[in-house]
């Protein structure tokens, strides 16, 4: 073999090995809390942008990136400690995640957690107050879901209350005022701000309940309390879905309320028709089929992502 053909093998393998460990990452990163958290971003400034009217202008990008930046790598931190506490459980649930694989060591692991911990803070702290004080509460609540001796997700009750209380109010809240305190507006939070913060904060209720569906194999195996081991997983199923439906209702109640900023057409009629989606959705899973419920549960998390993209778009239209 000549040299130019070993160096253009050895830079096959490199671009493999690197392709895989990048891939190895995206899945450390859990993708769909990813595109949730990047969603919020996106959703709360297009909001800040409506409820200002000073045009897309009026926050510069790198306050936008930096958020996103920031709230990134808190991600990355929580579901990477997660992990990294439940190895042997994740062998049983969820045995494509790279630590439960051994696509990744223990050691790499920890660095991706500690670098994206610290580099959430330190871009926080670059960005503005408001998100520094969003990303530190998220990242400590966080820490006591997963890790010892506090370790929150072994109680359903306050599991779930971690869970729906970041990306409920802590992300939601946070973000605006972040961006408010960008336009140097006073910071009260508007009426349509908590509209959409109620609707995620009961939302993901929703997801909290329901992520532990198709894990009750291993949680109950490790002793992991959840309100399906306690309750069966039909009963969390409807509970979910009912959840799910008194959020809906409650978003085209505000569009017959015709609250003031946001479009209450655009509002009922979207609402309306995921609503029906849902059920429809809903009648063909499976209990029984573990694969069926995972994928009516990244269902749910997609009506979870359309709704920063719907409700700000309600307001724009405003």
């Not at 929703?206 to 081991?229: H, V």
């Not at 069926?292 to 719907?310: D, G």
């Amino acid at each position: 073999m000549s040299q130019s053909s070993k160096n253009s093998l050895l830079l096959r393998k490199s671009v493999q090995s690197s392709f895989h460990w990048l891939y190895a990452f995206w899945k450390f990163s859990r993708p769909h809390t990813i595109i949730g958290t990047s969603l919020s971003v996106l959703g709360l400034y297009l909001i800040a942008i409506a409820v200002s009217s000073t045009g897309f202008s009026g926050i510069p990008v790198s306050r936008v990136l930096g958020a996103w930046i920031a709230c990134l790598c808190g991600n990355v931190y929580i579901v990477g400690l997660n992990q990294l506490e439940d190895v042997e459980i994740d062998k049983i649930n969820k045995p494509h995640l790279p630590l439960a694989s051994g696509e990744f060591s223990r050691q790499t692991g920890q660095l991706i957690v500690a670098f994206a911990g610290i580099l959430a803070l330190v871009v926080a702290w670059l960005t503005g107050p408001f998100l520094l004080g969003m990303v530190a509460i998220s990242l400590a609540i966080g820490t006591a879901y997963s890790l010892p001796p506090i370790r929150l997700k072994q109680f359903p009750f306050w599991a779930a209350l971690c869970i729906f209380s970041v990306r409920g109010t802590i992300v939601n809240l946070g973000l605006y005022l972040h961006y408010s305190w960008v336009l140097k507006q006073g910071q009260s939070i508007p009426l349509v701000v908590w509209v959409l913060t109620v609707f995620i904060l009961v939302f993901t209720f929703a997801i909290a309940i329901f992520k532990d569906i198709p894990d009750m194999e291993g949680d109950r195996l490790y002793n992991i309390s959840t309100f399906t081991i306690q309750l069966g997983s039909q009963a969390v199923f409807n509970l979910a879905l009912w959840v799910i439906t008194f959020c809906y209702l409650g978003m085209i109640l505000v569009g017959v309320l015709n609250v003031p900023a946001v479009n209450p057409i655009f509002l009922v009629i979207t609402h309306l028709v995921l609503l029906v989606l849902m059920w429809l959705r809903s009648m063909g899973v499976d209990l029984q089929d573990k694969g069926a419920i995972a994928q009516f549960y990244q269902f749910i998390w997609k009506l979870f992502f359309m709704e920063y993209l719907i409700f700000p778009i309600a307001c724009l239209l405003a």
